[in-house]
């Protein structure tokens, strides 16, 4: 569990971050949302002291993080930096074996892990013998996410990590951090301006603005009761409702049938959300959709009049 406890950071006369209260549960994945310059790279920063607090307190585990030695306490950290912090007089392979290395793993198992994390993010395996400035940027920054997972840390620092990234590679590493989540529960702090990844990845979502936290909830509550009018304007622009629909599985809304379902309605796989059935309600011109398990056979039906409910506890 991370605990920070009025924590301030000040440069000069002004306040990076002033007196924030958060804690982010073992396993949680917490997002961090606010304008450029609200603080949330300083935030990160000071979780691992790479800059020191003004004031307040920060706490690992119910330790305070004074209490580590600063070196140790960021090998437990993976690190993902802001525009990828790549060191260029190093390959791609020794970049993202910085960690292991310094915790002595062996060769073999640094090699087998390089191999691992370059086809995780969809890299050529031949990218380990380039060096940063002969990549793209999104190539680097996936080897700049890749290096902060090798050590396989349980607290993940992740500074808009996907944000140089073509759609269709974003989505791939967007689900990839859920099933990362789901399975290994890292403690991460994400910062992303990226609204719909914040919705899609959060547990619960921190809104900063000059440096305070004006909000921290869940997508759905941040949503529904935007505690002012400047979260209202970050989240609910337009499509709030779209936005909400996203949030849900099709599952929770559906009528579960025992009985044999038409197939001849338009299929939706039970994890899709609620907003992808409205689309395929709109695209298919039908007031109804066959809901699929995993296994492709039908489960459920879910009509046009019940896609508003949702789960409200989501
Ligand atoms: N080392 C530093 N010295 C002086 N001021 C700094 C330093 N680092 C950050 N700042 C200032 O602190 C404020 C917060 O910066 P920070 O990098 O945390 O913002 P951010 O929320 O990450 O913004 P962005 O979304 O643009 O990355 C900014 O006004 C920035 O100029
Ligand atoms: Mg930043």
Avoid at 30 to 58: A, D, E, H, M, W
Avoid at 94 to 116: C, F, H, K, Y
């Amino acid at each position: 569990m991370i605990e920070l406890q009025d924590l301030s950071c000040q440069f000069g006369e002004s306040r990076a971050v002033d007196r924030i209260n958060l804690t982010i549960n073992t396993g949680e994945l917490c997002v961090l949302v606010g304008r450029s310059g609200c603080g949330k790279s300083t935030t990160l920063r000071l979780i691992n002291r790479l800059i020191p607090r003004s004031s307040g307190q920060i706490r690992i585990d119910d330790q305070d993080v004074e209490q580590f030695d600063a070196r140790q306490l960021r090998l437990g950290m993976g690190y993902a930096i802001q525009g990828t912090g790549l060191f260029p007089h190093w390959t791609v392979a020794r970049n993202i074996a910085m960690v292991p290395r310094l915790l002595g793993w062996s060769r073999q198992r640094i090699d087998t892990r390089i191999r691992e994390l370059l086809e995780l993010f969809d890299l050529d395996p031949a990218t380990a013998a380039r060096y940063p400035h002969q990549l793209s940027g999104g190539q680097a920054q996936r080897v700049g996410v890749a290096r902060s997972l090798a050590a396989d840390p349980p607290i993940l620092l992740m500074d808009e990590p996907f944000g140089a990234l073509d759609a269709i590679t974003r989505e791939a590493l967007q689900n990839e951090m859920l099933r990362i989540q789901s399975t290994l529960r890292k403690t991460v702090v994400f910062v992303t301006h990226d609204i719909d990844e914040a919705l899609k990845l959060g547990d619960r979502i921190a809104v900063m603005d000059q440096g305070q936290i004006l909000q921290h909830d869940t997508p759905s509550t941040l949503l529904r009761e935007p505690a002012s009018e400047f979260v209202d304007r970050l989240f609910g622009t337009g499509d709030r409702g779209l936005k909400l629909a996203s949030l849900y599985p099709v599952s929770t809304v559906m009528t579960p049938t025992k009985d044999a379902v038409s197939t001849s309605m338009t299929t939706i796989p039970h994890d899709e959300s609620v907003r992808q059935a409205l689309s395929l309600m709109v695209w298919h011109d039908t007031h109804a959709l066959t809901v699929m398990d995993d296994r492709r056979e039908p489960i459920g039906v879910v009509r046009w009049d019940q896609l508003a409910g949702g789960d409200r506890n989501a």
